[in-house]
Structures are given as structure tokens and as C-alpha cells.
Nanobody, 125 residues
Framework: QVQLVESGGGLVQAGGSLSLSCVASGRAIRNYIMGWFRQAPGKEREFVAAIHWSGATTHYADPVKGRFTMSRDTAKNTVYLQMNSLKPEDTAAYYC??????????????????WGQGTQVTVSS
């Protein structure tokens, strides 16, 4: 397993920006597909973004395309989620996850074996 720790959440006004970080330990992220998911109160956890282990491909959920950018720094074993033009509907707990076995990016939570504890993002209107 890989251990994941998220940080960077907080309270921001609509239209603002936040940058989330996820530091991995135990295994190198360059070998795995890494993803970000979010879960709002009373809703199921949903896919936000993922980056392929090659670093060549990044995939985003439609609601965040053009506003969120996922990146990684393999030297720091860290993935990031830059969130711009935030909206109240982006309010959720954001989770970092690792797909330890896949070769192709999946948007399904069941395909991600390792999860962080989450960081809360609250966007006020």
C-alpha cells in the first residue's frame, strides 16, 4: 500500500482559488495512476481528476474541466490539484487516491486501492 496525506483545503469565496497537495509515502507515485475525488455531504464520492503513471495523460470530470489542473512532482512524490474559479458546488471533502494495478485511467472509486484522509474545501457564495 501507499500512504497518502492531503493538505491545502480551506474556506474560499466563489471565484477564488485553492491548491491541494497530496504527499505519498511507501511507494513511488510515478508507478501508479493517481486521482482526486470529492464527496459532498449526502452525496456519493465522485471522480475529479487523474493522472496516468506515465505522466502523459490527465483526465478531468466535466464539471471541473477548464478550472482544475492536476499535476505531479515525482521527485517530491506529490500530486497537486490547482482549483481556480471555484463555485459553491465545488464544496466537498477532497480525497487523493492511488490505483495500484491499473494501466488505464479509471473514474471508478473501486479501482483505487489507497486513499488519503481527505481535506475539506468550502466555497462560499
Amino acid at each position: 500500500q501507499v500512504q497518502l496525506v492531503e493538505s491545502g483545503g480551506g474556506l474560499v469565496q466563489a471565484g477564488g482559488s485553492l491548491s491541494l497537495s497530496c504527499v505519498a509515502s511507501g511507494r513511488a507515485i510515478r508507478n501508479y495512476i493517481m486521482g482526486w475525488f470529492r464527496q459532498a455531504p449526502g452525496k456519493e464520492r465522485e471522480f475529479v481528476a487523474a493522472i496516468h503513471w506515465s505522466g502523459a495523460t490527465t483526465h478531468y470530470a466535466d464539471p471541473v474541466k477548464g478550472r482544475f489542473t492536476m499535476s505531479r512532482d515525482t521527485a517530491k512524490n506529490t500530486v497537486y490539484l490547482q482549483m481556480n474559479s471555484l463555485k459553491p458546488e465545488d464544496t466537498a471533502a477532497y480525497y487523493c487516491a492511488a490505483d495500484l494495478y491499473g494501466d488505464y485511467i479509471s473514474t471508478q472509486t473501486d479501482d483505487f486501492a489507497s486513499w488519503g484522509q481527505g481535506t475539506q474545501v468550502t466555497v462560499s457564495s
